[in-house]
């Protein structure tokens, strides 16, 4: 099965004054008034604004009411200058100025009477400001947080949980259903929620699923379920992570609530780091579960080493860029080796004598707990009472069937397809008892790899003074294994015969072209593609051939198709038989024949019954569209009660899903 969404957003230009223009989250906005020591504004006064990672420069002059501003300034881990001149003052120099991502700070500077040779300087400025011209409420993660701060795995949106106004979406459990122990970008899979946005927290009382993520302006939340993230924003390079929770700008459409995140970029100095992180089961303690199953501990692993560089962008053998101020980049790539012990797998399942046909009290008395009368770990009592009236129950077929089959065997009239998918199941659990286990025969932890890599780059070419342009791209590619069921597993499942391997993918692309043609008009070109893939194969696809596993049939559509496919059924109640279904695997039933209904030659006893997966929705009662009727294979019959011949049509009430 293969799944594919694409997000694309469209190509956005913003030609406006800037005094009304808004900032974007990856970009901000500067403004203010240039005075005398009188309060008489300064017209005409030059103002540069200078990036001090970069010494990339923006200018401009102010205007009749001293007013000057500078809209789309590019955001990070760096900071900026401000500095005014003017004829007759001195200059003025605000230095250390770090703004954040879609904020509009407002810095007025007031210039002393002087020469333009001495100096004003003003050190030490705010980095954060609370606007107090927009009813805007967000909460911002620089740097310097995102790398003092503690999280569980490497995905900084795990801070969404100390943030003002979230809380858990989880039912009466204590904890959400998204932990960041596993880093994946399929939000579901059999190690539990692996996605902050899979309706794992509220926000200011919103219903849950109303969480959108962006990077770099461009949008990374799967549109068909708002589930998934096609990128994990990695705290380790990231230069900025905001939370804006209630009445930003419309420039943010989705939401109502919307993480973004800006990416690191290089300067004008050489910088890199390493690092890694691991976490091991050695260290933890064991599972409460585990123990009183007599388990070890869950054997999870996690080992995550990564690597960031950033910095000019060099040519050897020509001058371009000798002053570092024109190309910069920076690249972090971070590796996710992770085993993942998904918790106890219990069932009952058919012991080797069952699948040879021996359904003899011994045989049976080995899939229940003796000391609850032998009721199975899903609620089902073993057959019947071999001495009715007795306070101790001993499992037996019933009467009819055992005066015709002595001693409960079964192997003459086994039919050799069901037997072969009988099969397909894994067989008990060395040493595990039903008696001491809860009634289950098979008790097994189910440990697998899920590694994942991340690689994302950004490259910043300051064309001119006036143009600037930024392209990030990230990668991710991971093998997402569902030993038991795709993408989620139900109660007393256990693993099919092979594992489906989702080799997930995904691509980002943010662009960003940003040209000054006059202190009073900007143009910022936007551009975003988001690729999220969600391919799935069988590890060993033979495991399911009916053709190699010596399933003869070819189901109820002919459709050439030679995967085991199961049919879901709901219930299917007949003159000849009545069948109750009791749990499910992976494309196999348990039923339990009861003696209702059932001819003389029927084989009453609990039994495993391989179903042919069907695409139709119908209902044999209540309301539902109804389809014609279906024949049933005579070999499934000869299972459930040994019909003779071919039972008649019948309608069935079935569930579907896509193929």
């Given amino acids: 099965m293969k799944r594919w969404i694409y997000v694309f957003v469209a190509l956005t230009f913003l ?106 300087e003003v050190t030490g400025a705010a980095t954060s400001v609370t606007p107090v011209d927009s009813g805007e409420k967000s909460e911002t993660l620089t740097s310097t947080e995102l790398s003092n701060y503690i999280e569980v795995g490497s995905n900084a949106a795990e801070y969404i949980k100390i943030m003002p106004g979230f809380s858990l979406q989880n039912g009466t459990s204590n904890h959400a ?49 708002n589930c998934d993230t096609p990128v994990n924003p990695n705290a380790d390079m990231l230069s900025e992570f905001k939370v804006l929770t209630s009445n930003f700008s419309a420039e943010n459409q989705k939401g109502p609530i919307v993480v973004s995140s800006v990416t690191k970029a290089g300067g004008s100095q050489f910088h890199g780091s390493g690092f890694f992180s691991a976490r091991n089961f050695a260290l933890n303690a064991n599972d409460a579960l585990n123990n009183a199953e007599g388990a070890p501990k869950p054997g999870n692993k996690y080992y995550y080493p990564g690597a960031t560089l950033g910095g ?20 972090g790539f971070e590796y996710f080796y992770q085993v993942l012990d998904t918790g106890l797998l219990r ?65 003459s009239i086994l039919d050799p397809n069901m037997a072969a998918l009988m099969k397909l199941y894994p067989p008990p659990t060395a040493n595990a008892n039903p008696n001491d286990n809860g009634g ?75 040209h000054v043609f006059s202190p009073t008009m900007t143009n910022e070109f936007v551009f975003a593609y988001t690729y999220v893939g969600f391919p799935n194969v069988f590890s060993d696809p033979s495991k399911v051939d009916r053709t190699k596993v010596g399933y003869g049939l070819q189901g109820l559509f002919k459709n050439g198709v030679t995967q085991i496919h199961p049919l879901e059924v709901s219930g299917v109640n007949r003159p ?28 009453l006893s609990p039994r495993w019954c391989p179903l042919t997966r069907s695409k139709q929705v119908s209902s044999g009662s209540g309301s539902g569209t109804h389809s014609p009727p279906i024949t049933i294979p005579t070999a499934i019959c000869h299972l459930v009660c040994r019909a003779t011949s071919s039972p008649p049509e019948m309608p069935m009430r079935t569930k579907s899903w896509a193929s």
């Fill in 15 to 120: 030609t406006v004054p800037v005094a009304r223009l808004s900032a974007q989250s990856i970009f901000a906005t500067l403004t203010g008034v240039v005075s005398d020591p009188t309060g008489a504004v300064v017209p005409n006064a030059s103002v540069k604004l200078i990036n001090e990672n970069t010494a990339s420069t923006r200018d401009t002059v102010t205007d009749g009411a001293g007013y000057y501003s500078f809209a789309s300034i590019a955001i990070g881990d760096f900071t900026y200058k401000l500095v005014v001149e003017a004829q007759g003052f001195q200059t003025y120099e605000a230095t250390g100025l770090q703004i954040l991502g879609g904020e509009k700070r407002n810095i007025n500077a007031e210039l002393k009477v002087g020469s333009a040779t001495q100096t004003v």
């Fill in 177 to 225: 259903n998204y932990t960041g122990e596993v880093i994946g970008i399929n939000a579901n899979g059999d190690a539990g929620s692996q996605s902050p946005l899979n309706n794992a927290y509220s926000y200011n009382g919103l219903p849950s699923n109303s969480l959108d993520i962006t990077a770099d302006g461009a949008h990374v939340s799967d549109p068909g379920c």
């Fill in 312 to 331: 000019p962008v060099i040519i050897p053998g020509t001058g371009f860029n000798k002053n570092r101020d024109k190309l910069f980049f920076f690249t």
């Fill in 347 to 411: 069932a009952t399942v058919p012991t080797s004598a069952m699948l040879g046909g021996d359904f003899s009290t011994d045989s049976l008395e080995k899939i229940g707990n003796a000391n609850n009368n032998y009721y199975t770990g899903s609620g089902v009592q073993v057959g019947v009472n071999c001495n009715p009236g007795s306070s101790t129950y001993t499992p037996c077929l019933n009467p009819a069937t055992l005066a015709k089959y002595p001693n409960g065997n079964l192997a």
């Fill in 440 to 514: 289950y025969n098979y008790v097994q932890s189910e440990v697998f790899n899920q590694n994942n890599l991340q690689w994302a780059a950004r490259v910043d070419y300051n064309i001119s003074d006036s143009t600037k342009l930024f392209v990030r791209y990230n990668l991710q590619r991971e093998t997402q294994q569902f030993p038991v069921g795709l993408w989620w597993r139900n109660g007393s499942q256990v693993p099919y015969p092979t594992p489906i391997l989702g080799k997930n993918k995904s691509d980002s692309v943010s662009a960003s072209l940003t």
């Fill in 576 to 603: 000849w038989c009545s069948i109750r279904e009791v749990s499910r695997t992976a494309g196999l039933r348990r039923v339990f024949m009861p003696t209702s209904g059932c001819p003389a030659s029927a084989i």
